[in-house]
């Protein structure tokens, strides 16, 4: 089966330092990232795979001075592009530019529903009126938008906002996307962790505006693993729907597969989309159901979530290859709903932002 999705990460830099980031908290610095020829290739050799749709990612890709001629090779060769962006320095002439070559749909970020909520998590003053001004700029142009939240303990009292805010911002869709802890939000987990009663409310509050509004607009809503009875597909299964290219040309399963020590991502510089795809051992290792151990093997969910999240699995069961924490079946369930309970009772520590380390 070939893929459908690519996510390209085309950079690390970013103007923001949110806590929550899933990137690896050792970045990947500008004198390594990949070419513009080496992603005008990658697109090449995407599309041929069978790649339909190109999310063009960060950190904020719009650091690129590449991005109008790589969403002008998108465009030409019939590729859906969406751009995930922090909505920071994207003035109206070069958003406009985008548009131009092609660009079919923006995803910009917001933080929280206020400047007062929104500004410390992103670490930048001023950022939630700069990401005000850019959706009206998107919608004036006829862009279509998305609005993405990470939902965490800072603003989980402000989910109900933030869909008014995509509304009032004219979105087409909102995601509201409890953190996922990898990268630097696993180290940050135990000051973003909400209490379970904040979760239900949230979850609530997303039913009944979904009510609400239907046919205004979507509300596409990620549920906490750290809550959950069962996992989730990632990415619809690992090596069966999508993959990633960092920066740097390393191609992964999943955005945050580089977090399983001693698993060798094999990278475009070195060997064509397609063998990664299809002969690389990374993509090989999770892929399908033959690999999996009890209780997933026998669980009549097995290509439903496809095992869950490896990453988790890794970081809280110490064994990638274990049931998914998430899943109530896991011998590790019971560990995962102690460290909820125990972090989100306890006084929040200092975030520790994103950032390059000294070098």
């Known amino acids: 089966?070939?893929?459908?999705?690519?996510?390209?990460?085309?950079?690390?830099?970013?103007?923001?330092?949110?806590?929550?980031?899933?990137?690896?908290?050792?970045?990947?610095?500008?004198s390594d990232e990949l070419s513009t020829e080496e992603w005008l290739r990658v697109l090449d050799e995407a599309s041929a795979l069978g790649v339909v749709q190109v999310h063009l990612s960060g950190g904020e890709p719009t650091v690129r001075a590449d991005l109008q001629e790589i969403v002008r090779k998108c465009a030409a060769l019939g590729l859906y592009s969406n751009l995930i962006t922090s909505g920071i320095g994207l003035s109206q002439t070069a958003l406009a530019a985008l548009v131009d070559r092609g660009l079919d749909h923006v995803q910009l970020s917001f933080q929280g529903a206020t400047p007062e909520i929104a500004d410390p998590i992103a670490g930048m003053p001023g950022a939630f009126e700069s990401k005000r001004a850019l959706a009206q700029r998107v919608v004036e142009i006829g862009v279509p938008l998305t609005v993405?939240?990470?939902?965490?303990?800072?603003?989980?009292?402000?989910?109900?906002?933030?869909?008014?805010?995509?509304?009032?911002?004219?979105?087409?869709?909102?995601?509201?996307?409890?953190?996922?802890?990898?990268?630097?939000?696993?180290?940050?987990r135990a000051a973003l962790m909400p209490a379970l009663s904040e979760v239900l409310a949230a979850i609530a509050e997303v039913e009944r505006l979904r009510e609400d509004l239907d046919g205004t607009i979507v509300i596409d809503s990620v549920l906490p693993?750290?809550?959950?009875?069962?996992?989730?597909?990632?990415?619809?299964?690992?090596?069966?729907?999508?993959?990633n290219v960092t920066p740097k040309g390393d191609v992964l399963p999943c955005h945050a597969a580089e977090s399983i020590h001693g698993m060798a991502f094999w990278n475009v510089r070195d060997r064509p989309l397609a063998e990664i795809w299809s002969r690389s051992p990374a993509f090989a290792a999770f892929r399908g159901v033959e690999w999996m151990r009890e209780p997933c093997r026998s669980c009549d969910r097995r290509e439903i979530d496809w095992g869950g999240c490896r990453c988790q699995a890794l970081a809280l069961a110490g064994d990638a290859t274990q049931a998914d924490p998430a899943c109530h079946k896991s011998p590790y369930h019971a560990q995962l709903e102690t460290i909820a309970a125990r972090e989100a009772t306890a006084t929040a520590p200092a975030y520790r932002y994103r950032g390059y380390a000294a070098s």
């Open 225 to 243: 693993d750290y809550y959950a009875r069962y996992p989730k597909a990632c990415m619809g299964g690992w090596g069966r729907r999508s993959l």
């Open 148 to 188: 993405n939240a990470v939902i965490h303990r800072a603003n989980i009292g402000e989910v109900g906002a933030l869909i008014g805010l995509a509304v009032t911002l004219g979105a087409k869709r909102v995601e509201i996307a409890h953190a996922q802890y990898h990268g630097w939000a696993l180290s940050n």
């Open 1 to 30: 089966m070939p893929p459908i999705g690519l996510l390209a990460e085309l950079s690390h830099r970013c103007p923001l330092r949110c806590p929550y980031c899933s990137n690896p908290t050792e970045l990947v610095r500008r």
